[in-house]
């Protein structure tokens, strides 16, 4: 694969600060079709793309959106309106449990007090939201963290559909619909993992 497939800087995440990189591959890769992939630096989401781990971008993940589903590729979707939610997706097995969980991380890089099961969490926040501005979680470069060390976690950021007015209904609907199905093949998959 040749170098100039990797220009945009949003889609090229350093691993170097991890001690366990192969534990934050594997946790990462659990996501590559269930949360869409935000580039502010060309304000496009990516709903369609593939995680690599190129030998030639040493200790480097890479996002390489489908370039044939442009279909699945939103444009125009301004930085002002990706906003950091405070929430992250920690691993079970961080807090002696299995499947996905949601928590917040304080200043201090602490887990807060509570740490709630991701399906149920998600649809707390999902039910508590106005129907115009749903809650749609979505990834940008500096998400995938880690945590005490060992742990990788996941920041969460969500596109605020109301601040979009440039676009029109049509595809702001369209891209809420796209990060809402995706959000739904997580909720199975955590629910699987649950249940193995």
């Given at each position: 694969?040749?170098?100039?497939?990797?220009?945009?800087?949003?889609?090229?995440?350093?691993?170097?600060?991890?001690?366990?990189?192969?534990?934050?591959?594997?946790?990462?890769?659990?996501?590559?079709?269930?949360?869409?992939?935000?580039?502010?630096?060309?304000?496009?989401?990516?709903?369609?793309?593939?995680?690599?781990f190129p030998e030639e971008q040493d200790a480097k993940l890479v996002i390489l959106p489908d370039k044939d589903a442009y279909?699945?590729?939103?444009?125009?979707?301004?930085?002002?309106?990706?906003?950091?939610?405070?929430?992250?997706?920690?691993?079970g097995e961080l807090i002696s449990r299995s499947g996905l969980y949601l928590a917040n991380v304080s200043a201090g890089r602490d887990l807060g007090s509570r740490q709630i099961p991701f399906a149920s969490g998600l649809r707390a926040i999902q039910t508590g939201r106005p129907p115009?501005?749903?809650?749609?979680?979505?990834?940008?470069?500096?998400?995938?963290?880690?945590?005490?060390q060992s742990w990788p976690?996941?920041?969460l950021h969500r596109v605020y559909l109301p601040g979009l007015t440039h676009l029109s209904e049509l595809d702001r609907t369209n891209?809420?619909?796209?990060?809402?199905?995706?959000?739904?093949?997580?909720?199975?998959?955590?629910?699987?993992?649950?249940?193995?």
């Amino acid at each position: 694969m040749s170098k100039s497939r990797y220009q945009n800087p949003d889609l090229a995440w350093d691993l170097n600060q991890f001690n366990q990189r192969t534990r934050a591959m594997d946790f990462v890769m659990r996501f590559q079709s269930t949360l869409c992939v935000y580039s502010p630096t060309v304000e496009l989401l990516y709903s369609t793309y593939e995680i690599l781990f190129p030998e030639e971008q040493d200790a480097k993940l890479v996002i390489l959106p489908d370039k044939d589903a442009y279909y699945d590729t939103f444009t125009r979707v301004s930085s002002t309106c990706v906003k950091p939610t405070g929430l992250y997706i920690i691993p079970g097995e961080l807090i002696s449990r299995s499947g996905l969980y949601l928590a917040n991380v304080s200043a201090g890089r602490d887990l807060g007090s509570r740490q709630i099961p991701f399906a149920s969490g998600l649809r707390a926040i999902q039910t508590g939201r106005p129907p115009r501005d749903p809650f749609l979680p979505v990834l940008t470069k500096g998400d995938l963290r880690e945590f005490n060390q060992s742990w990788p976690v996941l920041h969460l950021h969500r596109v605020y559909l109301p601040g979009l007015t440039h676009l029109s209904e049509l595809d702001r609907t369209n891209m809420g619909k796209a990060i809402q199905e995706k959000l739904e093949s997580l909720l199975v998959e955590d629910r699987k993992a649950r249940v193995a």
